[in-house]
């Protein structure tokens, strides 16, 4: 056997980002899905993954994977199919929402988190919107067409917000009650 040693930190952290993922993959099954279809934990699961993963193949690849299987749990229900006009724009937006954090919250305290959430916020109204400029007929391939997208995205970015609060507090809340658990102690996952 190696010398390789089990990680019980990994294990609940993965743990962690699995339950608060339950819910974004369970939406779309929702009767009211329209209603809370950006009320999501991907943006957190963003910001949790540049906090507490040293390895970046977790830190990136978590939120990508939530973000791929509830597109794929989306498309099956909603009936707009995965591929959708400019979809990679939202992926886009993740890889640098997870980058933001790594660098912004290499300390986690309230004001990195701040300014960490507003960052990631911003990060997915502005890269992941594009892609509505890649659908036909909904808004013109101009700068004031993405503009108009912009504005229209609002009530939408703004329930994204207040997932990525309520499920990062939640997230980062466990973190903070059990600190042993911090992978940024030199424990690796």
């Known amino acids: ?54 390895s970046n193949i977790k ?31 939202t992926y886009i937006a993740f890889i640098l929402m997870v980058l933001v954090s790594k660098v912004l919250l290499k300390k986690i305290n309230v004001q990195n988190m701040v300014t960490a959430t507003i960052s990631v916020i911003l990060i997915h109204w502005i890269v992941s919107d594009i892609s509505a400029m890649y659908v036909p007929g909904l808004y013109p391939p101009t700068l004031a067409g993405f503009g108009a997208c912009l504005i229209a995205a609002i009530p939408f970015e703004l329930k994204f917000l207040y997932g990525t609060i309520i499920y990062g507090a939640v997230m980062f809340g466990f973190m903070a009650w059990y600190p042993s658990l911090s992978l940024k102690k030199g424990l690796s996952a």
């Open 59 to 89: 830190a990136f690849g978590f939120p990508l994977l939530v973000l791929l299987i509830s597109d794929v749990f989306i498309a099956q229900t909603s009936g707009y199919g995965f591929f959708y006009g400019g979809w990679y724009w």
């Open 1 to 54: 056997m190696s010398g390789a040693k089990f990680n019980p930190s990994a294990v609940i952290l993965v743990a962690v980002v699995a339950l608060v993922s339950i819910f974004r993959i369970a939406a779309p099954y929702s009767d009211n899905f329209k209603e809370i279809a950006n009320f999501s934990a991907v943006g957190a699961v963003a910001l949790f993954g540049g906090a507490y993963f040293n």
